[in-house]
């Protein structure tokens, strides 16, 4: 595995990239270190711009990016930054990305599939880019960021700080921590200790992007608050349906700690109606249940590493 490389604060500058500024900012106030910005727009046939407004130093760039809503556009925007940074005479560029895109296919499941998170870390490894870190990557059957690449790339986690979070506001009546599926049992394994109990993991079969079947029969959840973890909500279906059971089950309160909420048309609903008393998101993709910022989750090794 490898390990994010040093670099000295004093010699390095930080490029928000579109897709979450704030977070870039708040990394770059956290760091003490200078921010060079940059002009966007669409030409008229959809080709992106770009323009750095600032002398590029030679020193260490870190591009911070989080790549939802238009992974493609802001996947080619890093790109384009990254190259012209290098060009331009930065001494090398760390990609930060609070979340990262096409993760989930790190297999090929049926005949013909492209494995996209290998096609993602091979056009990465084409720019510039010296070293990244990412957070909770969508990556089930490769078990380290680092196997898909050969420049050193750190998986950082925002669960501890969401499990901290948790306990911070909710008095937990004999807790238990649920991962909805067997891929979700990396991260129940981080919050289980912060909330100081165990976790079990569900099995899961999906038939489809939508549909899915799991099985209930691993636990009696009676008067217990469950602390269901995963790294993604999208439609919301997995949360739902094992919490609207667990509650059927005679569950006492249920809550969802999950690093990136991106909330489909009507997951927000499904999640409620089936009885999830509270939901706790970082801010790596922003919306209304975000309690937890994950800049000084990036932060802290870029500090640590001087």
């Not at 994010?4 to 930080?14: E, G, H, R, T, V």
């Not at 669409?42 to 080709?47: L, Q």
């Not at 969802?256 to 609903?269: C, D, M, V």
């Amino acid at each position: 595995m490898f390990l994010f490389p040093p670099i000295q604060s004093s010699l390095m500058f930080l490029v928000p990239g579109s897709g979450n500024k704030p977070i870039g900012l708040e990394i770059a106030k956290q760091l003490n270190c200078s921010v060079i910005d940059f002009e966007t727009r669409r030409f008229p046939d959809g080709e992106r711009y770009i323009r750095l407004v600032n002398d590029v130093p030679h020193e260490t760039a870190i591009i911070t990016q989080s790549f939802y809503k238009d992974p493609d556009g802001l996947l080619v925007e890093y790109f384009f930054l990254t190259k012209t940074l290098f060009e331009l005479g930065a001494k090398a560029v760390v990609g930060a990305f609070p979340y990262m895109p096409y993760m989930r296919q790190d297999s090929r499941f049926k005949p013909g599939e492209t494995i996209s998170a290998r096609v993602m870390a091979s056009i990465i490894e084409s720019t510039a880019t010296s070293s990244i870190l990412a957070l909770d990557c969508h990556l089930h059957r490769i078990i380290n960021l680092s196997d898909l690449f050969n420049i050193p790339a750190d998986n950082l986690s925002a669960i501890p700080a969401l499990a901290e979070y948790l306990k911070s506001i909710h008095s937990l009546d004999d807790p238990i921590v649920v991962a909805p599926d067997v891929e979700a049992t990396q991260w129940a394994r981080l919050a289980a200790p912060i909330l100081g109990t165990e976790f079990i993991e569900m099995n899961k079969v999906r038939h489809g992007d939508t549909s899915i079947e799991t099985d209930f029969t691993k636990f009696d959840p009676s008067k217990r608050d469950i602390v269901i973890v995963d790294d993604i909500i999208s439609t919301g279906g997995t949360i739902a349906q094992v919490a609207g059971h667990l509650k059927q089950k005679g569950a006492n309160h249920v809550y969802a700690l999950i690093t990136h909420g991106l909330f489909a048309e009507g997951a927000y609903n499904r999640i409620r109606q089936a009885g999830v008393d509270d939901i706790i998101t970082s801010d790596s993709v922003p919306n209304r249940f975000s309690k937890v910022s994950v800049a000084s989750i990036f932060a802290r090794p870029l500090r640590m590493h001087q």
